[in-house]
């Protein structure tokens, strides 16, 4: 009768394969995340960017400039808006879920439908009153 | 005892493949939400559904929005189908109008009585004179108006000059209704009742600028948590939670909606006696069994102030939570209820 050897190095090599794939694919269906934003303009997507890049983007329509996007530290928010009371000014993408300028129709929101509902662990509540 | 290599193999694989099926198994247990976000009102509009075709609930929830914001919103530049604009407009008197505005005006109108005018659904002239019918227009110049502007705009306003009697409605004394204090509340209601009605088992809310109304508890039969925004703080501080399965929680702010001049800082929510912004809140928030009474009594709130707020809402529906100018909280006797996981 052979005996075990569990340890060869071959097989310990596909053990760590495998793991490495199941966890991989485990974190995949567990993200409900993204790292990339949409930027709509009346409805239409009309930019993708991604957070992991630190940058400034201009967001621009047929009339001009709109806004500036800046992407720090995994997040983003409004800068240099063209509307007339700032509001979309306030606060991040990670802070609000979506940046939405009013006036000037735009909507950024992290490129993924399924949204951040269960938020208590991480900041504390799941939506806000205001 | 001895195993061949290969069985132990087979039994480490066929391990791992159980784990991640019955973690499957979990994953599929829990309830899924999509989300969509559009802007309607004059706000920011999330819609969070889980439902057997979360999609389709979600976009029939948004037509929703948009067909009561076309009707009901009045602002002359962008919208000439709202029926406000048609009652407003008129040369002579009654104007007959359909059963749906017919309700959400006498809901307003007996919510004004109800709060003794603290909220008014006919102050259409100040809004006008003031902009705030047009603060989400990418061209708006906020101006403060004159006293003597503000005192005749008070004059031609006032919900004892309306009335409605079955299908037809009348106004006097040159008023102007605007229903921009009721109007969200009820398109969340309506949402709400959509939601329900295509999928019995939907749940998830409605968020229309921070005004909440809740289709179903979370995951089935979990409570939301609901923060109430710290008007002091960064967006997302917060002074107080709440958790709700089902209702509507409304918050009126000094921080919403506002301009400054001169460094003095103008918002939305005007005294109907004064005609001006009111200076003795800074917000109210209030919880109702349905979103439009919510959004009613948190104005009424606000104006009110938390002294007499606290008093005159719980017989109307509503508990509520206000922070005063001097930044004091005053609550109503039933607002603990909804404070803690039950």
Redesign the interface.
Request: glycine share 10%; no cysteine; hydrophobic share 35%.
């Given at each position: 009768m052979t005996r075990l050897r569990l340890f060869r190095v071959k097989d310990l090599l596909l053990y760590i394969a495998i793991a490495c794939v199941t966890i991989g694919v485990l974190l995949t269906l567990n993200r409900t995340g993204s790292d990339m934003i949409i930027v709509k303009i009346n409805k239409t997507t009309v930019y993708r960017f991604s957070l992991l890049e630190e940058a400034t983007k201009t967001i621009e329509s047929d009339n001009g400039k709109l806004m500036d996007v800046v992407i720090k530290d995994e997040d983003a928010y409004i800068k240099n808006s063209t509307c007339p009371l700032h509001l979309c000014e306030e606060g991040s993408i990670a802070q609000t879920g979506a940046l939405v300028c009013v006036p000037n129709r735009v909507i950024i929101t992290y490129d993924t439908d399924q949204m951040d509902y269960d938020n208590e662990d991480r900041r504390g509540y799941d939506l806000m009153t205001k | 005892m001895?195993?061949?290599?290969n069985t132990?193999?087979l039994i480490?694989?066929a391990s791992?493949v159980f784990?991640?099926l019955f973690?499957?198994l979990l994953?599929n247990n829990r309830v899924?939400?999509?989300?969509?976000?559009?802007?309607a009102l004059?706000?920011?509009v999330?819609v969070?559904v889980s439902a057997d075709h979360p999609?389709r609930v979600i976009n029939a929830i948004l037509r929703e929005f948009h067909r009561i914001e076309d009707k009901f919103t009045v602002n002359e530049k962008k919208n000439d189908k709202s029926v406000i604009s048609r009652i407003n407009q008129s040369d002579t008197y009654p104007v007959v109008i359909d059963e749906e505005t017919a309700f959400v005006i006498e809901r307003s109108l007996g919510l004004a009585q109800g709060t003794n005018g603290a909220f008014d659904p006919a102050l259409g002239n100040l809004i006008k004179l003031w902009g705030f019918d047009r603060?989400?227009?990418?061209?708006?110049?906020?101006d403060v108006p004159t006293q003597e502007e503000i005192d005749r705009a008070v004059r031609l306003s006032g919900y004892e000059h309306v009335s409605v009697e079955g299908n037809k409605i009348t106004l006097e004394n040159g008023v102007a209704l605007d229903l921009g204090g009721i109007v969200k509340g009820y398109a969340i209601d309506r949402g709400v009742e959509i939601g329900r009605e295509m999928d019995t088992d939907a749940t998830?809310?409605i968020?229309a600028?921070?005004?909440?109304g809740i289709i179903g508890p979370?995951f089935g039969g979990d409570f939301?948590?609901?923060?109430?925004?710290d008007p002091e703080g960064?967006?997302?501080d917060?002074v107080e939670?709440v958790f709700l399965e089902k209702g509507a929680?409304?918050?009126s702010?000094d921080?919403?909606?506002?301009?400054e001049i001169d460094g003095k800082r103008y918002h939305h929510i005007l005294n109907p006696k004064t005609g001006r912004p009111v200076r003795k809140t800074k917000s109210s928030?209030v919880i109702a069994p349905n979103a439009m009474d919510a959004d009613v009594l948190s104005t009424a709130g606000f104006v009110l102030g938390g002294e007499f707020a606290s008093i005159m809402l719980p017989p109307l529906g509503g508990q509520g939570y206000f922070i005063g100018e001097d930044g004091k909280v005053k609550t109503t006797a039933g607002w603990h209820f909804f404070t803690e996981r039950r």
């Open positions: - | 001895t195993l061949k290599r132990w193999l480490l694989m791992i784990s991640f973690f499957l994953t899924e939400y999509i989300g969509k976000v559009d802007i004059g706000t920011r999330k969070v999609e603060i989400s227009d990418a061209d708006f110049e906020p998830g809310y968020d600028g921070g005004d909440i979370k939301w948590s609901v923060a109430v925004r960064e967006p997302d917060y939670k929680v409304v918050t702010g921080y919403e909606r506002t301009f928030t």
